[in-house]
């Protein structure tokens, strides 16, 4: 293996014993994962990459601290937090043996429900979660605070990197994407005015989120979801938990079932006041989505999306660029 993993290698002889096998997994943006097999032990190393995004809590503290509480509410659901090694930003957690969920197939019912059932059984205890130590990446508390990181994050995108034939579509995208942001304002601002929304969320109100909470983070396990990477997990509102778990676009649910959902998962929330709210974060942070499907539009993200694109990446930019026009609304 590459020096630089030589600290798993390490670890994981330790974990596994001295004829353990590694073999790295694919694994985010943000960390490496590792597979580690021994004469009676299997499990998966997952090491965090050293960036934090100038977030105050690590992404290894945020995941450690919410497998630790998902083990004493709902255990059936995640991996078991097996070992914490601090010095170089690795945990070690149970193997999951389970299927992928097909990109482009609806979710079966059954694994929605799951999904649901574990989201109660986090929030299921009302001191805990008002005493959970963690917020959620990105957990903001006023609808414009949301507003204004997805016109930070519309503001980062650019065409003048891109390959010249692509630059003429880029650009449309691009023109969309900020005429839209200029609408939502518009109505969001409104909508607050008349008394129809408010702008901020009650922190009585926040439910705990398993963070990126999606089924592109889950395994089928005996015809039931086990979901992993927890970095972003925290207390957060759970309109932007149920907009997201809906808006994903790597493994979308059927925005039609978003009313029948909304009532099981308002739980410290009045069910009105959850969905005044979903109805506008759903518009704002599908314009969120947007950005990062249009990362390469990104130029400090572009070198490393074509190291990982080669050959393929003016037909990446061009997928990209008709998904995110697909998935906008008309108006």
């Known amino acids: 293996m590459a020096c630089c993993e030589t600290e798993v290698v390490e670890w994981a002889k330790q974990l596994c014993g001295a004829s353990a096998i590694i073999a790295p997994l694919e694994g985010g943006a943000n960390n490496h994962l590792f597979r580690c097999r021994g004469p009676s032990r299997e499990l998966v190393i997952k ?18 601290t919410f497998l630790k509480y998902a083990t004493e509410c709902a255990p059936k659901f ?17 193997a999951i043996n389970g299927m992928s969920y097909a990109a482009g197939q609806p979710i079966p019912a059954e694994s929605i429900g799951a999904a649901v059932e574990f989201y109660r059984l986090l929030n299921k205890d009302r001191h805990h979660v008002s005493n959970y130590p963690i917020r959620a990446r990105e957990a903001f508390l006023s609808i414009g605070a949301h507003l204004r990181n997805v016109e930070g994050r519309i503001s980062r995108l ?7 034939e692509m630059q003429p579509n880029a650009q449309a995208i ?40 999606g089924f592109h983070n889950a395994l089928l396990v005996d ?34 079932k978003v009313d029948a959902l909304m009532t099981t998962m308002a739980i410290n929330i009045p069910i009105e006041l959850l969905r005044r709210r979903v109805r506008m974060l759903s518009r704002i942070l ?43 609304p008309d108006k």
């Open 47 to 64: 090491r965090y990459r050293e960036e934090n995004f100038t977030a105050s809590v690590s992404r290894r503290a945020a995941e450690v």
């Open 286 to 328: 599908e314009l969120k989505w947007a950005t990062i499907i249009l990362s390469p539009l990104e130029r400090a993200r572009y070198a490393a999306f074509e190291y990982r694109y080669g050959a393929q990446s003016l037909v990446e930019i061009g997928h990209r660029i008709n998904l995110v026009h697909k998935r906008l």
């Open 174 to 213: 691009l023109t969309q994407l900020l005429q839209r942001i200029d609408a939502v304002r518009t109505e969001a601002r409104i909508a607050i005015a008349a008394g129809d929304l408010d702008d901020a969320i009650d922190p009585q109100n926040l439910q705990i989120s398993p963070g990126d909470f």
């Open 158 to 164: 650019e065409v003048g990197h891109l390959p010249g």
């Open 78 to 94: 995640t991996p078991e937090l097996i070992a914490v090694h601090d010095k170089h930003e690795m945990i070690a957690i149970s």
């Open 223 to 256: 015809r039931s979801p086990v979901f992993f990477d927890f970095e972003y997990a925290g207390s957060d509102d759970p309109a932007k938990t149920l907009a997201d778990f809906f808006l994903q676009p790597s493994r979308p649910i059927d925005r039609r």
